[in-house]
């Protein structure tokens, strides 16, 4: 390079740095300019979606309209292609938003809860509504919303809100045949249920389970007049709030410590601010079976007010919430000659768990998934039959699953054993001396077998700690473990007590098939002038158990319930107990269908309490129990008599070989 080369690279060198000046090099102005979408320099969008798979099924919200104006909250899920398609209906306390999204899946198989997995498998259309005054509909709540009538002095109920909706739905769905079933577990059950009062022309099926029938006989509130303490919590849940709700908060980790500190349960209420609440202040002024209970029993009301649409009842055989429900109502409705249009099927299941899987209960293992099986072999051709036109279900009247042999029986009445009206009268099994059971009549002129009941020490219902059930309650018909299996629990938790009689009988050297409805026919004598009795059936297995080592001894309850004395004369009037003379305390136990096995035993136990389960009777007659006083719980000497002329007894609905 000469001389002036060099002078012309210098010039050129230093024209670049003084043209770059803080802005960079000169040639830095000849690059692209960015995108236009980077300028910003923003990276969160106004708005933005996930491209998502096309779903299979159109999803409608609508709030639909009652005769009064107010408006309910309904959502539909229809499958995409859907034509002349049948509709199946829950009205639901529990959010309709929430029951209809397990998943988030453009699959309505997922995104439906497990329980309805058959029902869309078979291309139905599905819905699920607010009852009036929950989550997302407008009115007002009202627990267990009587028919109109003396109860109710509106012009509307759950029976005309079901009306209502299914005349909607099919003006309203153009994918629809125009023909409706229901079905729903529990309250949902209960709703199903008021919908056969007066109902709608297309409104062609219907499928209660585990449903709130009777709530002072023998579901959700009380059992033969003993109150149900544990259920308080879901009564706060319910009520206080429109929408999901806190149960009762508990300050003491075990319930029967809490419960117990408390006093009386209408000291618990108070203590908690209960109260105050609409339906808690009814509760109060209502211990007894008086016309506001009788008034809302759905199964005499329904034996007076036979509907023609076909019924298909279900109920667990360990159901621990509504025992007496979907069962008294098909005996109702049989009794008074509507059996034509009504099944029954009776699960080994507890309360709702027909809504999950059902391969076990507890301890106890079934052959295969017998929830599937009923909602696949049972509750779908029943839907099909009436709302498709399908080939005919073919159900027995009766379908009862057998827990002893583990199979599913077929009959055509129910119960097959019994005390009258029908072909297999019942066996008794007496308590005998030395804590025996026998099917042969005592021998003793006068017997009899003492403990002492003190409300202070009350028998517990599990094994404490005892928790509030409605923590952790799970949506698959599990729910709290030990809650939705208390009625499988092994009783060798209480058969030491100084204050449970337990009567056994010799090593069966045969099996023992009870087939119904056993009957406790207790001769008893108090001290007190109240008290409870408390009777459970229970098959105890052998001490060794090879096939199954932890079930050697176990005992299992097949049947048990509770009765307050007090209405051993009257459920609506009750009177005190003659201190120290005998009474017959007479009621049912649940059904059964159970097969004792060779080399198992029968036993019986006996108390006076299930705490905190149900409230302590102070066994001092007092007008109301839930305002007894801490002066009224006073232990009493109960003696149970068991003499040739003064024999108590289970009564069993023995089938014969």
Not at 61 to 90: C, H, Q, S
Not at 126 to 144: A, F, I, M, N
Not at 283 to 290: K, S
Not at 312 to 336: I, Y
Request: net charge negative.
């Amino acid at each position: 390079m000469n001389a002036r080369q060099l002078r012309h690279w210098v010039i050129a060198l230093l024209f670049a740095f003084s043209s770059a000046g803080a802005g960079g090099f000169a040639f830095a102005q000849t690059r692209s300019a960015p995108p236009d979408d980077t300028v910003s320099l923003k990276d969160i969008p106004e708005s933005f979606e996930n491209k998502a798979p096309e779903a299979d099924f159109i999803k409608r919200v609508e709030m639909v309209p009652m005769r009064d104006g107010v408006k309910l909250y309904t959502v539909i899920f229809i499958p995409k292609g859907a034509r002349n398609t049948p509709i199946i209906l829950t009205r639901t306390p529990y959010d309709a938003a929430g029951r209809s999204s397990r998943s988030v899946s453009p699959s309505m198989l997922e995104t439906l809860p497990l329980g309805d997995e058959e029902i869309v498998e078979q291309g139905y259309i599905r819905v699920y509504q607010d009852v009036r005054g929950k989550y997302g509909s407008e009115g007002d709540y009202v627990l267990t919303w009587p028919l109109r009538g003396p109860l109710n002095p509106t012009s509307n109920d759950h029976s005309t809100d079901a009306w209502d909706t299914i005349d909607w739905l099919v003006k309203n769905v153009p994918e629809s045949n125009g023909r409706v079933g229901m079905i729903g577990s529990s309250y949902e059950g209960f709703t199903a249920i008021m919908a056969l009062f007066d109902p709608h022309p297309a409104l062609r099926a219907v499928v209660p389970e585990s449903p709130l029938v009777d709530a002072w006989m023998g579901d959700d509130w009380f059992h033969y007049g003993a109150f149900r303490n544990i259920m308080l919590g879901y009564i706060q849940m319910q009520t206080a709030q429109r929408g999901h709700g806190a149960v009762t908060p508990s300050y003491i980790y075990d319930k029967y410590e809490e419960m117990l500190r408390a006093g009386s349960t209408g000291d618990y209420l108070r203590a908690h601010g209960l109260d105050k609440l609409p339906w808690i202040k009814r509760l109060l002024a209502h211990p007894a079976y008086d016309g506001f209970w009788q008034g809302q029993a759905l199964d005499k009301l329904l034996a007076a007010r036979p509907s023609t649409v076909p019924t298909l009842w279900e109920q667990g055989l360990w159901d621990q919430e509504d025992m007496w429900g979907a069962n008294q109502s098909w005996r109702a409705l049989t009794a008074a000659g509507h059996g034509a249009n009504n099944w029954l099927v009776l699960g080994p299941w507890s309360h709702s768990q027909i809504n999950g899987k059902g391969y076990s209960l507890g301890p106890l293992s079934w052959e295969g998934d017998t929830a599937k099986q009923y909602r696949r072999d049972m509750v779908m051709p029943f839907f099909n039959q009436f709302l498709r036109d399908g080939p005919p279900a073919n159900l027995a009247r009766v379908t009862v699953y057998n827990t002893g042999k583990n199979e599913w029986e077929h009959f055509d009445d129910w119960p097959v054993a019994c005390q009258s009206g029908c072909a297999t009268p019942m066996t008794p099994l007496y308590l005998k001396a030395d804590y025996a059971l026998s099917f042969d009549r005592p021998t003793e002129a006068k017997a009899s077998d003492k403990y002492v009941s003190d409300p202070a020490k009350p028998v517990p219902f599990l094994p404490r700690p005892v928790l509030d059930p409605f923590f952790g309650y799970g949506s698959t018909g599990e729910g709290y473990k030990p809650w939705s299996k208390w009625l499988v629990e092994d009783q060798r938790f209480v058969d030491s007590r100084p204050d449970v009689l337990v009567y056994e009988t010799p090593v069966l050297d045969k099996e023992v098939h009870v087939q119904g409805i056993p009957i406790a026919d207790i001769l008893a004598a108090t001290t007190g002038t109240d008290g409870d009795f408390v009777v459970k059936l229970i098959d105890v297995y052998p001490a060794q158990y090879p096939s199954n080592p932890s079930m050697g001894g176990y005992q299992l309850s097949i049947s048990q319930d509770i009765f307050r004395g007090r209405y051993r004369k009257s459920f609506e009037h009750p009177s005190a107990i003659p201190a120290n003379v005998a009474q017959r305390y007479r009621f049912e136990l649940p059904n059964v269908n159970h097969v004792f096995k060779p080399g198992h035993r029968i036993m019986v136990h006996i108390q006076s309490s299930q705490f905190p389960l149900y409230d302590r009777n102070p066994q001092t007659f007092v007008p109301n129990i839930f305002n007894a006083k801490p002066g009224d719980y006073r232990p009493a000497t109960i003696s149970i008599l068991r003499s040739r002329e003064q024999s108590s007894a289970v009564w069993l609905p023995v089938v014969k070989p």
